[in-house]
């Protein structure tokens, strides 16, 4: 059951009631992103920019959870004759729509990781996060109940054993000394992502027949 | 096929619009994009296979999302409930979409001006009710509707923005119950009890019984006291010619309640009551010395047929006929004209004077209710004595006006004049008008018609000048 929490005033502007469920995917896509960077920024590193790219993670972060819960304010079709507040108000606004601040933070989580020596389950442990917090912004943004991601469940297990096997690729010993050694795991990797994606077309089609 | 086999349901639903759809990936496609690319990339680069496996759940959802086949176009049906409307009166817009397959459809509606959404502004699924409500009269657009397509792995939207129709908003019309009723009328059958004996039913006197009246009428108490015949006479019903007179020269005071906006109102609300009274109601829109104008008519078609011409002649620039040649037919002789205005315009007060030498009735009903603004100042050295005065003050003895705050500069004293003589002015006018006869009642807008009428509707209005009626 859904609870309103009545309308919300921010400046002249007014926001209809926030239902409660989409306020607490909301929360849950930022909890989650927040997450992320704690995660990747385990273990402090001190090369490669690592004090940049956990700003920007954080940055990235916040601004896109700012943006979800700022996603219901209206902006008036006319902004002309306003006060300078209130268009600076806007401005702020649309450029906090524009950027896509979820992209600059997942690039940022990434090179936090990559900074690290090698940990691959833990990498895989990141790697399952970022996608559930790719998921909880969309249904956050789109305001869609988490159903909508049910036909996607089978592909999502089959990309977690991908995510798994990779790990497990990573953690594998070397054949041999060099780098033709972890240029040959990636290869194996690259293949059985390959392998499933020849594979998906049927799982898909089968999704569908079930659904009809 | 004829049209008698087409189911009912079939017929009455309007053709829709094939409209063509703009495709791009949506910006959950371009997150999911961004991880795959990343994760590769990195893999690729530090030869660290876990990465790999960081982009493979994103890219395999984007390579499954890829298989549907996105259609170009769809039709899309719609519909308001009205395309006329009163101000704050609710219409329902009808939005259906047709050949989208098993993409979702999301629906968002964008406001025109005036314009105001009175439930949610935005619907999923095929079809979708909107209700919107006008603001303000006037020819306004309803808005854009923006139609948004969606896949079901939602990493693909079709998007297209579709126009919707005008809706004639009519200003809502004020309360009005009692009408001004002429001392002559014309020898026409209607509603009102006229001077003359007849065959209405508002009883006129007793006169003694002739061959040929009928037994029915005889007033049998009145027979026995005078020993013979008398039968009763009743007051003949009949309809009077009213042209209601909107002046749109001057657009003063708030928007919602400007000195037009009350015009409009109250002459509505005049062209409801007398036409339900079964009264002949015309209009003609004042402009800057020109006029649109429409002739007196009979009936609720007529109401709006006055809506609609005071409607199309709101630009205020726009000239029509010459105000002071005026067909017969827009100005009939012997017309009770009710006239509607702030009486700014120097010209049309003239005209009213001009109309009332040629032998009209006329009632002025003053729709002024705003003042020049004060110019705003900033404050002097002194502190007090150059602050300007409140928007409305008037110098009416209170402390501020009359300069008791630390005294006051010579330029609000002249302000202050400036209004005082702009009011004086505006007493002059009025005065003028009622010493040529012309009765001139204030209206602020947001009490009923009825009260500042009120003096004119207990009787009737005595109407001026050599009119041929009885």
Known sequence: MSRSFGPLTIGPLTVGPVDAASAGVRVGAGLIGAGCVVWAALLPVHQGLADFALFLAIFGVAAGALRLAL?????????????????????????????????????????????????????AVLGAALIAYLLATHLAESGASPGVLRPQVRVLAIGAGLLALGAGAGMLPAAGPGAGSALLRLVAAGALIAAAGLVLPYVARHDAQDRG | MSSSLIPNEQRRRPAGTELSLRWRSSRHARRLLTLGLAGLFIATIARRPEFAGVAAP?????????????????????????????????????????????????????????????????????????????????????????????????????????????????????????????????????????????????????????????????????????????????????????????????????????????????????????????DRVGVITYQWGGASWLAPGLGRRQVYRIIDSMLASDTGWTRGESFRRLPRAALPPGALVVIFSPLLDQRFVEALRDMRERGFTMLVVDVLNAEPPVRRRMPSRGGLGGSSLPRGARGDGSPRSRGGLGGSSPPAN???????????????????????GIPVVHWDGAESLDLPLAGYTRRPLVASGSTGFR
């Not at chain 2, 909107?246 to 009350?262: C, Q, R």
């Open chain 1, 71 to 123: 996603a219901g304010v209206p902006v008036p079709e006319n902004s002309f004759l306003l006060p300078w507040p209130l268009r600076a108000w806007l401005g702020f606004l649309e450029t906090l729509r524009k950027v896509p601040w979820e992209e600059g933070a997942l690039i940022a989580v990434l090179w936090l990781e990559v900074l690290h020596p090698a940990r691959p389950w833990h990498t």
């Open chain 2, 58 to 278: 994103a890219l395999l959802l984007l390579a499954a999302g890829r298989g549907q086949r996105r259609p170009p176009t769809i039709n899309v049906r719609v519909r308001p409930s009205a395309r006329r409307a009163f101000e704050g009166e609710l219409v329902a817009l009808d939005v259906a979409a047709e050949g989208q397959g098993e993409y979702g459809v999301r629906w968002t509606l964008h406001p025109g001006e005036q314009i105001e959404p009175a439930g949610a502004a935005a619907a999923d699924g095929p079809e979708a009710r909107f209700t919107v409500s006008c603001e303000r009269w006037g020819r306004r657009q309803i808005g854009t509707m923006d139609v948004v397509l969606r896949d079901r792995w939602r990493l693909a939207e079709g998007h297209l923005t579709v126009a919707l129709p005008r809706l004639d908003c009519y200003p809502a019309p004020a309360q009005q119950r009692t009408t001004v009723v002429l001392t002559r009328l014309p020898n026409r059958l209607g509603e009102h009890p006229a001077r003359t004996f007849g065959e209405g039913i508002e009883f006129a006197g007793v006169r003694e019984y002739v061959p040929g009246d009928r037994q029915r009428s005889i007033n049998w108490p009145a027979s026995t006291r005078r020993g013979r015949l008398q039968v009763n006479t009743f007051a003949a019903e009949r309809s009077q010619d009213v042209v209601l007179i909107a002046d749109a020269t001057s657009d003063v005071g708030e928007p919602g309640s400007s000195a037009l906006d009350l015009a409009l109102r109250g002459a509505a609300a005049a062209a409801r009551v007398y036409t339900d009274a079964r």
């Open chain 2, 414 to 436: 002249t302000d202050r004049m400036a209004r005082r003589i702009w009011r004086m002015e505006q007493e002059a006018i009025r005065f003028s008008l009622r010493e040529l």
